[in-house]
């Protein structure tokens, strides 16, 4: 993070605002708050926000809805808070397409890991940081220095930042089957947990806006008792 995060925490409980607004502030965060979905919106409209750290149980307002709703406007990373060991409302989380999550009662110090995290994957590098072409497959075309991936249309297509990491890894390694161990390495690295069924739900929503048919995947295969594979071959430009 070469330059200060501005993260935007979306909760309507006070205590948890006033904590986290403190320590991130002392971490030389930017902060702003939000306690529900038209703040959220008016903020992100106005504001060059790094990164959204979203509640799911908002008084009268859903957090997967208003994830679900953000992104179909916007990529910005998105952390969900989730009731403890509830690895249900992770899955959902994850098919709307949050970035990572963090649970009830929670450390400040995790959750800054977690932003750091995932600001990482999410940074735009330079071409003198990355100098790797761009990469095409299909009607498909991934642009890594812009993190976008565009149809042969030129249409934008929303990944979040789990989701191009995700399709990265399969496009760097073509034609090879991946276990989820070696996807969770490839995507989140030092903060990977022991969850890896955000591999299966993230493939899952890849093949839903990559795939013809994404119950009968053409591109993106299954491996039986192996993991996954991305059948076609790319073109480096």
């Given at each position: 993070?070469?330059?200060?995060?501005?993260?935007?925490?979306?909760?309507?409980?006070?205590?948890?605002?006033?904590?986290?607004?403190?320590?991130?502030?002392n971490?030389?965060?930017?902060?702003?708050?939000?306690?529900?979905?038209?703040?959220?919106?008016?903020?992100?409209?106005?504001?060059?926000?790094?990164?959204?750290?979203?509640?799911?149980?908002?008084?009268?307002?859903?957090?997967?809805?208003?994830?679900?709703?953000?992104?179909?406007?916007?990529?910005?990373?998105?952390?969900m808070?989730?009731?403890?060991?509830?690895?249900?409302?992770?899955?959902?989380?994850?098919?709307?397409?949050?970035?990572?999550?963090?649970?009830?009662?929670?450390?400040?110090?995790?959750?800054?890991?977690?932003?750091?995290?995932?600001?990482?994957?999410?940074?735009?590098?330079?071409?003198?940081?990355?100098?790797?072409?761009?990469?095409?497959?299909?009607?498909?075309?991934?642009?890594?220095?812009?993190?976008e991936?565009?149809?042969?249309?030129?249409?934008?297509?929303?990944?979040?930042?789990?989701?191009?990491?995700?399709?990265?890894?399969?496009?760097?390694?073509?034609?090879r089957?991946?276990?989820?161990?070696?996807?969770?390495?490839?995507?989140?690295?030092?903060?990977?947990?022991?969850?890896?069924?955000?591999?299966d739900?993230?493939?899952?929503?890849?093949?839903?806006?990559?795939?013809?048919?994404?119950?009968?995947?053409?591109?993106?295969?299954?491996?039986?008792?192996?993991?996954?594979?991305?059948?076609?071959?790319?073109?480096?430009?």
């Amino acid at each position: 993070m070469t330059q200060m995060p501005h993260v935007l925490i979306v909760d309507d409980d006070e205590d948890i605002l006033s904590l986290l607004t403190q320590f991130l502030q002392n971490q030389g965060c930017k902060v702003a708050v939000a306690r529900r979905g038209e703040e959220m919106f008016s903020l992100l409209d106005t504001q060059a926000v790094s990164v959204v750290i979203l509640d799911v149980m908002l008084r009268g307002e859903n957090g997967f809805d208003l994830c679900r709703q953000l992104r179909t406007r916007s990529s910005v990373p998105v952390i969900m808070l989730t009731a403890v060991g509830e690895h249900t409302d992770r899955v959902v989380g994850l098919e709307i397409g949050a970035d990572d999550y963090v649970t009830k009662p929670f450390n400040a110090r995790e959750l800054l890991a977690r932003i750091k995290a995932v600001l990482r994957r999410a940074e735009i590098p330079t071409p003198t940081q990355d100098a790797r072409p761009m990469l095409s497959f299909g009607r498909w075309r991934l642009d890594v220095a812009r993190r976008e991936l565009r149809s042969d249309d030129n249409t934008l297509i929303f990944l979040s930042g789990g989701e191009f990491d995700l399709l990265l890894a399969f496009a760097e390694h073509p034609q090879r089957v991946l276990t989820r161990d070696m996807l969770l390495d490839f995507t989140r690295g030092d903060a990977s947990a022991p969850f890896d069924r955000s591999i299966d739900v993230q493939i899952s929503r890849l093949r839903r806006k990559l795939e013809a048919d994404p119950k009968s995947p053409d591109l993106i295969r299954t491996v039986r008792n192996g993991g996954y594979i991305l059948m076609a071959q790319v073109r480096r430009t």
